[in-house]
């Protein structure tokens, strides 16, 4: 078909090489392939360098995220690990002040232990993180909306902004909220696009994974020498895993987000401060209608009191305490000791970090018996 097909399409549509006819992409569980000849040594011989059934998950991967360059390594930190394994000592890096905790904890190690400067900066205002890029600035990390404050940045904004002091700057832009659904970094500026793949892509909890999307074959080759140097390419089985999840990507999100939706309205009901950017009330609602296709499935909220938050976690019934996003079934944690732990007390306190901020991760289940377990766990636990 010539015209151009619509990603819900293009998820369950999965081309792959096989000798048998077998409808479904078979699982290559082989670290060795032998050469056809010396003459011709055949596109494999090593799974650490490439394998078939991680070749046809990037293939695929590559139309979903219309990216011309996609690599599956074994997760979303790995990802974020071979990116910044380009960085030398002195090298200035500007990052978000509200990151994932792994993604804090991997940029403070390469500020402390390679001399990478690394400086964290509040992405919602423009003025302040541009005034901090300068042409010598070598990357910028951004996440929108952040996990778990829900900030939104202007993406391309910054991104043009960073490319016009330093045309190799790298915009580095984390995904695993919005999944290509729901944003399209690349194509607002971002010059690497990665996703922890253990959320929303696979949707199922049962892999470890990560992505990493880029237009530049410069940088693809850097990627890839990381990749298949270190040996960080996403394992046979889990990325036969990961093809089967992508193909109910669209229909789990389009429900976690239509059952987040009106859980948002729901709290925001019983006057409860709600951080979601399908809200009007976000400050960067509209921001985030023009630069994304959905709010997502992921919201937090504030109960004025530590202790209360635990209470409400613990009688929740349906939702699970558990890290992580994007799993089918809905979960609830307390990110600072949780998801952020990672992130010190102090430097909570000085990114304005609430210690009892509830994250909820809506899941797909029937939205009135979420909002029940909710309704009822506020009450046992004296909230309302
Ligand atoms: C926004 C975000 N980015 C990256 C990661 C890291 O992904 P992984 O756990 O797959 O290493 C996570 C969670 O772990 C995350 O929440
Ligand atoms: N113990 C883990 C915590 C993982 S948190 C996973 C996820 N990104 C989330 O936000 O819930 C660690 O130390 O990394």
């Known amino acids: 078909m010539s015209k151009q097909l619509s990603l819900e399409t293009e998820l369950v549509h999965v081309s792959h090489k096989d000798g048998n006819n077998a409808s479904v992409a078979p699982v290559y569980l082989s670290a060795t392939f032998k050469p056809n000849s010396f003459d011709d040594m055949g596109e494999f011989d090593y799974t650490r360098s490439g394998n078939p059934t991680r070749a046809t998950l990037q293939q695929h991967l590559s139309k979903v995220m219309k990216a011309k360059f996609v690599y ?54 423009l003025e302040l993180i541009t005034s901090k890029i300068t042409k010598t600035t070598k990357m910028v990390f951004l996440e929108s909306p952040t996990n778990p404050l829900i900030k939104i940045c202007d993406l391309k904004a910054i991104a043009d902004y960073a490319h016009k002091q330093n045309p190799e700057c790298v915009v580095v832009f984390d995904n695993t909220m919005m999944t290509p659904l729901l944003m399209s970094p690349l194509e607002l500026g971002a010059d690497i696009q990665y996703e922890s793949a253990t959320k929303y892509m696979n949707g199922h909890h049962d892999v470890m994974a990560g992505v990493l999307a880029t237009n530049s074959e410069v940088l693809a080759k850097k990627l890839f020498f990381v990749i298949n140097a270190t040996g ?7 990325s036969w895993l990961m093809i089967r999840g992508l193909k109910t ?40 209608n023009k630069q994304s296709r959905g709010p997502g499935a992921v919201l937090s909220f504030e109960t004025g009191d530590v202790s209360l938050s635990k209470k409400i976690i613990e009688a929740c019934e349906l939702y699970s ?64």
């Open 72 to 125: 599956a390594v074994n997760s979303g930190m790995a990802a974020l690990d071979v990116i910044v394994r380009s960085l030398a000592p002195g090298d200035e890096v500007v990052a978000g002040d509200d990151l994932y905790g792994g993604t804090d904890r991997l940029l403070t190690y390469i500020k402390t232990v390679n001399g990478v400067k690394v400086g964290h900066y509040d992405t919602t205002n």
């Open 232 to 238: 960080s390419g996403l394992a046979p089985f889990d």
């Open 249 to 288: 990507m669209a229909l789990r999100v389009e429900r976690q987000q239509e059952n987040a939706i009106k859980i948002a309205n729901w709290l925001e009901s019983q006057n409860v401060k709600v951080r979601y950017p399908g809200l009007k009330s976000h400050p960067h609602y509209e921001l985030h």
């Open 321 to 384: 305490v558990t890290v992580s996003f994007g799993y089918v079934c809905s979960l609830i944690s307390l990110p600072c000791l949780m998801s952020h732990a990672s992130i010190s007390a102090e430097t909570r306190k000085e990114r304005d970090f609430p210690e009892d901020l509830i994250r909820l991760c809506v899941g797909i289940e029937n939205v009135d018996d979420l909002i029940d377990d909710l309704d009822s766990a506020f009450k046992k636990s004296g909230f309302k």
